[in-house]
Each structure stands twice: as C-alpha cells, then as structure tokens.
C-alpha cells in the first residue's frame, strides 16, 4: 500500500494577537482546511493534504492563499514554512524571512538539514549542544554521518534515537486540530537589534511585570511560562518551565522568566524581539499558596496590591520596579 504523502504548513504571525484575534485567525485558515493546530502565541500548523484535492491547487498556492487571506482580512503579514512532516515544516518557518515561505521539497529533506546547525533541530537545548559541540558536532549532517553507538554513549540510548530521528527528517506526529489553550502574553519588539545581556534581563523582567498585572486584574494564576526569543536573522528560540507553584506574583513569574533566560545562554547574540506566554491558567480562589513564615513575602504582596490599584487610578506608569526605571 502507499502511503500518501503529506503537505505541512507551518506558519508564523508577525503580530502581537489578543485571544480573540488568535480564534478569528484559526476560524479563518479552518475555512481551507479543519487540520488546523493552534501554536499559541503567534503560530499555528495545517495538515493541507486532503484540501488539495478539493481546491485543485498545489501546496504552495494553498500557502500563498492563507497568507493572503491573513493579509487581506487582518492585516496580518506571516512567514511560513512546508514540508512532508510537522518538524521540517517548522524548522522551515524558522528559516523564513517576513513574508516568505520556505519550501523542503519530497526526498531532499537529508539535503536540507544537512548544513543546518545542530541547535536548529526541536530538543536540543544548551546543555545537549555544549555537549555535541565539545565533541567537535556542530551541524546536523556530522549527527547523522556519526555512529549510532557513539551518539548514544555521548547522550544516552533514548535520547540519541531521537535525535538521529530528527536529524534524518522524521517526524510522524499528525497535526491536531484542537482549541488553543487559555494564555496571557507580552511581548516586546525592539527598535533595534539588541546585543546587550543586560537590556535582555530588563526587557524580561518588564514582560514578567506585565504577565503579574494581567494575572492579577484577571484573577487568575498560570502554572507556566513561555519564553521566545527572535534574533535578528529572523531565527527563534523557544524555551518552556513550570513555574514552582501556581502564581500571579510578578517576582515568583519573574524568577523563573529569567530562568528561561539564563537557560538560553544568550551572550552576546542579537535579538530583535522577546514573547513571554503564561499559560496553565486558573482562577485564583481555586489555586492553592504555600504559606510563609516569611514577614518580606507577605509585605510584598501587600506593595504589589497597592501598586496595582495607584496603576488603576493613576495609569501604568504611575508605579514601576525599581529595577525597571530609567
């Protein structure tokens, strides 16, 4: 039997989209194809396999028509990336200027991903690259040119399969049409690209600022945080940690923002653009607070609470961190 093969779309909205914006745009693309998967905050995935025999267009042109759709009723500009599978299409997306679409054609997935570096394939995190690259493995062709064995003693069994996995261009997940997740985001484009790691730690505690304003005025915790970094050759990184308890206190989301930060070990890289997601929502009376014996704990909830009602009456910039004054 053959297998049929499968046309993936990967796209990325250059915009900042409230969640109503975000179900219009899934309601819009639904319209093409019912395989659509929400990537909260600005991305989403489409399966358009079965819509090209519909429509009788190619995937390309399928492509080219969502984004225009995008454009046309939204004003939204996207990027977008398509391949035979999820990973190769995102990685193709990430590959994409704004306003681009990045094509892998059938059968020259190897040849693709062969220069591309290791650290543009889905799981490899800074710990794994120092790794790989201390051992002399810096672009995905020397991860599959490598034996298998020698990749598991560097990584471990489960890991390595999964990496040669990816490394070869397999992906056999389906895309899921699902309704996006319950989320707060901030984001924060710069007017310029940013290589200062001290601007990075300020500009991550003002959205952790943000995301503990919304929390609260919302009545709700988040039980984890999303952070997303774009550089300025129009790359993404994107890290995820569960917060140590349910939370709306900016410093508890601050701390592990700033985590996120430290784990993408940034140096001197050039950044154009930060998103901070908090997602794992639910209603404050419902989420439970370790108590502390801690009086500075208590004290500062009670500044927050008072800082939050002078910003109602006074507007947002009648109270800020001192960390974040200028």
């Given amino acids: 039997m053959t297998t049929r093969q499968r046309h993936i779309a990967h796209f990325h909205l250059h915009t900042a989209l409230t969640g109503t914006q975000y179900d ?8 093409i194809t019912p395989h659509v998967q929400a ?6 995935q489409v ?39 999820r990973m190769l299409a995102a990685m193709a997306a990430d590959a994409s200027a704004p306003g681009d679409t990045t094509r892998v054609p059938t059968g020259q997935a190897a040849d693709w991903l062969y ?12 710990a794994t690259a120092d790794t790989l ?24 069994a489960g890991q390595a399969r999964l990496l040669t996995e ?16 319950a989320h707060l985001a901030a984001d924060l484009t ?11 730690h300020r500009a991550v505690l003002g959205l952790a600022d943000r995301i503990g304003q919304r929390l609260r005025g919302e009545r709700e915790f988040a039980g984890r945080l999303t952070l997303t970094v774009r550089y300025a050759d129009r790359t993404s990184t994107t890290r995820t940690r569960a917060l140590p308890e349910p939370t709306d206190h900016s410093p508890a989301v601050a701390a592990t923002a700033l985590g996120l930060l430290t784990s993408l070990g940034l140096q001197r890289a050039r950044v154009r653009a930060f998103v901070l997601r908090a997602d794992d929502l639910r209603p404050a009376a419902s989420a439970y607070r370790q108590l502390s014996m801690d009086p500075t704990d208590a004290r500062a909830r009670a500044v927050e609470v008072a800082a939050d009602r002078a910003r109602r009456r006074f507007g947002q910039e009648a109270v800020r961190p001192a960390t974040l004054a200028d």
């Fill in 115 to 126: 220069p591309r570096p290791v650290t543009a394939l889905p799981g490899i995190g800074r």
């Fill in 166 to 181: 990816r490394a070869r261009g397999h992906d056999p997940r389906p895309v899921v049409p699902a309704e996006p997740a």
């Fill in 39 to 44: 990537i909260p905050p600005n991305a989403l």
């Fill in 47 to 85: 399966d358009l396999t079965s819509a090209l025999r519909y429509f009788d267009m190619s995937a390309y042109d399928a492509v080219q028509t969502v984004k225009m759709r995008l454009k046309a009723h939204y004003g939204i500009d996207s990027s977008a990336g398509l391949a035979g599978n």
């Fill in 24 to 31: 219009d745009v899934i309601e819009l693309v639904s319209g």
């Fill in 190 to 200: 710069l007017s310029r690209d940013c290589l200062d790691p001290a601007q990075h």
């Fill in 133 to 156: 690259h201390r051992y002399g493995l810096h672009t995905i062709g020397q991860l599959t040119d490598l034996p298998s064995a020698t990749l598991q003693r560097l990584l471990g």
